[in-house]
T-cell receptor
Framework: EAEVAQSPRYKITEKSQAVAFWCDPI?????LYWYRQILGQGPELLVQ????????DSQLPKDRFSAERLKGVDSTLKIQPAELGDSAMYLC???????????????FGPGTRLTVL | SQQGEEDPQALSIQEGENATMNCSYK?????LQWYRQNSGRGLVHLIL?????REKHSGRLRVTLDTSKKSSSLLITASRAADTASYFC?????????????FGKGTLLTVNP
């Protein structure tokens, strides 16, 4: 069964350092999402891609966060510099998307747990 | 910001009992989804109910939606220890060719063997 891949699974870094997370969505899924989930909370959308284009980054702290999906397939989320408050689980999800004629179900990867010291 | 609010925040039951979780939201939606998350893992889609549907079933799951009250419920019948997880409702809204999910804070369900 196809799955969303994420790496690394765990990342420990010191504040002010740069970190990067990688996501490989299910093949053929045009829509890719990055979420941040703080312990005890639900996921909050950071950025949404349709193919290689950003369609929603309204909740992305653009002074330190950046995301790209250059070829419309895999994606990278970067934080520079990391702050203590960035400690959270970063989840990637993909879906066929409305344009792909698919349903609205999102398929999630296992996440990257970030700890900033 | 989080749209849905689940109630209760935590629920502990015995194996074989039914578990009911509620979700309330604030704005209009196109559909509502429920997801499960095992400890420290990614989310798994359980069921989607459209705004023009009132009830939907999938195996041991039953979801209801009342758009007039802006609320939904998830019922798990004959619970098992493996059902122990956090359950999230997420409201779905279509804007142009874009679809966005907004998650609630979740209900932590513990099923004791």
């Amino acid at each position: 069964e196809a799955e969303v891949a994420q790496s690394p699974r765990y990342k420990i870094t010191e504040k002010s350092q740069a970190v990067a997370f990688w996501c490989d969505p299910i093949s053929g899924h045009a829509t890719l999402y990055w979420y941040r989930q703080i312990l005890g909370q639900g996921p909050e959308l950071l950025v949404q891609f349709q193919d290689e284009s950003v369609v929603d980054d309204s909740q992305l702290p653009k002074d330190r966060f950046s995301a790209e999906r250059l070829k419309g397939v895999d994606s990278t989320l970067k934080i520079q510099p990391a702050e203590l408050g960035d400690s959270a689980m970063y989840l990637c999800a993909s879906s066929l998307g409305l344009a792909g004629g698919g349903g609205n179900e999102q398929f999630f990867g296992p996440g990257t747990r970030l700890t900033v010291l | 910001s989080q749209q849905g609010e689940e109630d209760p925040q935590a629920l502990s039951i015995q194996e074989g009992e039914n578990a009911t979780m509620n979700c309330s939201y604030k704005t209009s939606i196109n559909n509502l989804q429920w997801y499960r998350q095992n400890s420290g893992r990614g989310l798994v889609h359980l069921i989607l109910i459209r705004s023009n549907e009132r009830e939907k079933h999938s195996g041991r799951l039953r979801v209801t939606l009342d758009t007039s009250k802006k609320s939904s419920s998830l019922l798990i019948t004959a619970s098992r220890a493996a059902d122990t997880a956090s359950y999230f409702c997420a409201t779905g809204l279509i804007g142009g060719s874009n679809y966005k999910l907004t998650f609630g804070k979740g209900t932590l369900l513990t099923v004791n063997p």
